[in-house]
C-alpha cells in the first residue's frame, strides 16, 4: 500500500521560507517521477513542480528562481524547498507519484495515481 505523507507546511510572512517533505512509504521516489502541486481555495489544483526518475526538474513559471524540488533516496523522501514565499503562494500543497508510462512532461492530474493528504502554507503580506 502506497502512501505519501507531506510534512512542514507553517504560516510565515512574505519572504520567507519553508521546506515540504513528502514521504513515500511504498517504494523508493527515485522510480517515479514525483510532483508537487498547490490548490488555493476556489481555485483549481495546479502544478508547481517535478522531479522525474533521471532526476530532471522542472517548475512552474510563478515559482522558478524560488523553490528548489530534490530528492533523497535513502530516506524515501521528496522536498520542496521554498524560499521569497509569496502571498499568492498560499495554498494546499499536495505531494504526488506519477504513474509510470506517463511522460514526465505531462503535468495533467490524471498522469498521478497517488496523492498526499495536503499541508498547508499560508503566506501574509
Known amino acids: 500500500q502506497v502512501e505519501l505523507v507531506e510534512s512542514g507546511g507553517g504560516s510565515v510572512q512574505a519572504g520567507g521560507s519553508l521546506r515540504l517533505s513528502c514521504v513515500d512509504s511504498?517504494?523508493?521516489?527515485?522510480?517515479?517521477?514525483m510532483g508537487w502541486y498547490r490548490q488555493a481555495p476556489g481555485k483549481e489544483r495546479e502544478f508547481v513542480a517535478l522531479i522525474d526518475s533521471n532526476r530532471r526538474e522542472t517548475y512552474a513559471e510563478s515559482v522558478k528562481g524560488r523553490f528548489t524540488i530534490s530528492q533523497d533516496n535513502a530516506e524515501r523522501t521528496v522536498y520542496l524547498q521554498m524560499n521569497d514565499l509569496k502571498p499568492e503562494d498560499t495554498a494546499m500543497y499536495y505531494c504526488?507519484?506519477?504513474?509510470?508510462?506517463?511522460?514526465?512532461?505531462?503535468?495533467?492530474?490524471?498522469?498521478?495515481?497517488?496523492w498526499g493528504q495536503g499541508t498547508q502554507v499560508t503566506v501574509s503580506s
Open positions: 504526488a507519484r506519477k504513474e509510470i508510462g506517463w511522460p514526465w512532461t505531462d503535468f495533467r492530474l490524471a498522469a498521478y495515481d497517488h
Open positions: 511504498g517504494y523508493n521516489v527515485c522510480r517515479y517521477d
